[in-house]
Every structure is written in structure tokens, then in C-alpha cells.
């Protein structure tokens, strides 16, 4: 009885105070990170070798064009990307999507393998769990093979997330002179030649250009006959499913009722 009456007054204090979401959304992302590490522990190569093997050799390996060492150091010329990096490089943390951009930029536009930018950012993270890092890495640099390619514009995310520039001239003050409609994208300003080239390097590549040839290359390959073949092994083995009670599924398992596949959850993001 007193059991109970405990579990009634916890009840009745996650309604009143709104706690049950929060502690929800908490115990989700414990089993999220928890499924990270045993995808990882299942296949240790994870950290070393493309999901989908039809990736391999896609990207170059060192860095003749600089890029990888402008990236980490917060000097790409493309303002957003740069103050998120000096962010995190000053701090040790930084929101998801942003992480997300960041790897996505190095990947799409700047054209870097995962294995080259994957150790910049571990280092930096002060939260670094390597099942959720490389996990993360090949999703976001799309070599998973069961993912929607996710190629952020770092202008687009900056004018939504940081539209006043508060944020980005904190970062990357050599932009002091930049008027705020161009702080975004200083090279359409008629005053660039006073500070790109000179306080504030130039874009590193021009990211329209970069970003088409980066879809056509991966788009690419997954046209290939056999990608689908693999493609399917990759989602038996690591995709992860949910029952209808949004818990985690353990596929090697007989159970009474099989619940419908849902496509949606078959999925690698966090």
C-alpha cells in the first residue's frame, strides 16, 4: 500500500510540475547513446572504415589543398563556420546542429574525409563518447549508406540561427567593418576588398559550385547496381527499431506479435 501511494504522489508530481517529458526525453537519449556504444562494440571498424564500403576512396586522404588545417582552425572565410569552430575550439562544446554543420561543410564543401576531421573534433569535445562521435561522422558525411545526405548551408544556418550576428562577430571580430545585412556573406559586400584577403581570408572554395559537385559524387555512387545489396545488409545489422512503445527493439529475439517495421526508424540520427 504505501508503495503504492509513493508511485501515485510521484505521478502526481511529473502532471503537476511537468517533469514526465523532460525525464522521457532524457531516458531516450540514455538509450540513444547506449545504442551508439554497442554499435561500435558490435563492429569496432566503425571508427577506421565507411559503413558502406561503396565509399571508400570517395574523398582524398591528407590535405594538399589546406582546407583541413583552415577548417580547424576556424579560417575557411565562411563566417558562420568559422565562429562555431573558434567556439568550440575556446569552450569544449557546441548544440548538435551545429556539430552537424560543421562536420557537413568539411565533408561536402570543402570535400575532407571523415577519418581526417573525425580526430579535430574529438579532440575538442569535451562530451566525446566515440560510439556516438564516429557514428555521427559517417551519418553526417554520408557514407552510412542508409541516410538522406545532409548538406548544410552555412549561410543559410547562419542568417536562421544567429540572424542579428551577435554570435558570429563575438567569434570572428576581424568582421567588425562588415554592415550587418553582409556579415553572413562578406564577399557580396562592396567594401570585401578591405578586409577579405587582408584581416579575414577569402571563402575557401565558392560553396555552390562545391556543394553540386559533392551531391553529383555521392548521389553517384549510391546509383551503382549492387549499393542497394549492401545498403539492406547495413540497415539488418545497425539500423535501429522501436516497438510501439517507442522502446528499443532486440531484433534476435522471438517475440509473440512482431510489430510492422516502421521505416522511420530505421534510421542512424540521434
Known amino acids: 500500500m504505501r508503495e503504492a501511494a509513493q508511485a501515485g504522489a510521484a505521478r502526481k508530481a511529473e502532471n503537476e510540475y511537468g517533469w514526465a517529458q523532460p525525464m522521457k526525453s532524457f531516458e531516450a537519449r540514455l538509450a540513444w ?42 579560417q575557411t572565410g565562411v563566417p558562420f563556420v568559422d565562429a562555431c569552430m573558434r567556439a568550440l575550439i575556446a569552450t569544449g562544446w557546441m548544440t548538435f546542429r551545429m556539430r552537424a554543420m560543421l562536420v557537413s561543410f568539411a565533408s561536402y564543401h570543402l570535400w575532407l574525409d571523415w577519418r581526417e576531421t573525425g580526430p ?27 541516410n538522406t545526405v545532409r548538406m548544410y548551408n552555412p549561410v543559410k544556418q547562419g542568417l536562421t540561427h544567429d540572424p542579428n550576428g551577435v554570435f558570429t562577430r563575438a567569434w570572428v571580430p576581424e568582421l567588425a567593418e562588415v554592415p550587418d545585412h553582409a556579415l553572413h556573406e562578406p564577399w557580396k559586400w562592396d567594401g ?48 535501429s527499431r522501436k516497438d510501439g512503445m ?18 522511420g526508424q530505421m534510421s542512424f540520427d540521434l
Open 33 to 74: 547513446r547506449d545504442h551508439f556504444i554497442q554499435k561500435l562494440e558490435d563492429e569496432p571498424g566503425l571508427e577506421h572504415r565507411c559503413l558502406h564500403r561503396a565509399y571508400e576512396g570517395m574523398r582524398p586522404s591528407g590535405d594538399p589543398s589546406g582546407h583541413l588545417a583552415a577548417w580547424a582552425k576556424g
Open 120 to 146: 579535430v573534433l574529438a579532440r575538442l569535445f569535451t562530451d566525446y563518447e566515440p560510439g556516438i562521435h564516429w557514428s555521427q561522422m559517417q551519418m553526417q558525411s554520408g557514407t552510412t549508406g542508409i
Open 192 to 239: 570585401a576588398g578591405r578586409v577579405l584577403g587582408r584581416v579575414y581570408p577569402m571563402p575557401r572554395v565558392d560553396m555552390v559550385t562545391a556543394g553540386r559537385a559533392a551531391r553529383d559524387a555521392v548521389w553517384g555512387v549510391r546509383a551503382d547496381a549492387g549499393f542497394r545489396r549492401e545498403a539492406a545488409a547495413v540497415v539488418t545489422k545497425h539500423a
Open 246 to 263: 517507442g522502446r528499443f527493439v532486440n531484433d534476435r529475439v522471438r517475440t509473440a506479435k512482431k510489430a510492422k517495421p516502421d521505416p
